[in-house]
């Protein structure tokens, strides 16, 4: 295991207790509905317009995530990331699906967020996208994205467009001045959205 990855690792063990203490004692009201207007700053600034032929490409978030899913209630279609078959085994590949109002969300392992009942689509899709709003554990101001580890969007993120604007939502202390260790596949992201802000990391 290399020393980054060991910095990483460590970084993360530090962030998920604190997301634990935090999420033990906070309260949720009206989280995601600052998410959602700090998201359509962010679409002001980067002049996006989602459509259904090139939506926002989201995810479902987890208890201890961002609550994002005012942001998902407010777009149909929209891009969520498969990463399950219906017996709970884990895809080998990056899969997506373009959910609608009329399609459910399952879960068929618990370890991961739920997902749609819509038709599987492949890493292909995220072309389409206008948008990429990606989960993460830490952006510094460089936008170097911390993930969980996983390598998930490590696959997914290079079928974007050239012009496509990534954006990582994290809690606000999850924004960092400091420099996270990064390495030669770590894609920046474009912007940071909080549930206080949106930090537009090109503008900087």
């Known amino acids: 295991m290399s020393d980054i990855t060991v910095h990483k690792d460590s ?3 530090k962030i998920r207790a604190h997301r634990d203490a935090y999420c033990d004692h906070r309260g949720r009201a009206h989280e995601d509905e600052h998410l959602l207007r700090n998201w359509q700053r962010a679409l ?3 002049n996006v317009h989602p459509s259904p032929q090139h939506p926002v490409a989201a995810f479902y978030p987890m208890g201890k995530e961002p609550d994002i899913t005012g942001i998902i209630g407010a777009y149909n279609p929209i891009l ?3 990463l399950c078959q219906s017996d709970g085994r884990l895809l080998k590949e990056v899969a997506w699906s373009l959910h609608t ?3 459910s969300l399952i879960r068929p392992n618990p370890r991961f967020p739920p997902q749609s009942t819509a038709k599987l689509r ?4 995220l072309a389409r996208a206008s948008v990429v709003l990606v989960a993460g554990l830490a952006v510094d101001r460089a936008g170097t994205r911390l993930g ?5 969007y490590d696959r997914a993120l290079p079928f974007i467009s ?3 604007p990534v954006i990582a939502c994290v809690f606000d202390w999850e924004y960092t001045e400091e420099l996270l260790p990064r390495e030669a596949h770590d894609m920046a992201v474009d912007g940071v959205l909080t549930p206080t802000r949106f930090i537009n990391l090109k503008a900087q």
Do not use: M, N, Y
């Open 11 to 13: 970084i993360r063990r």
């Open 44 to 46: 002001g600034d980067f």
């Open 80 to 82: 969520l990331p498969v």
């Open 101 to 103: 109002q009329e399609d």
């Open 122 to 125: 492949g890493p292909e899709a």
């Open 148 to 152: 969980q580890g996983g390598g998930w």
């Open 162 to 164: 050239a012009k496509t």
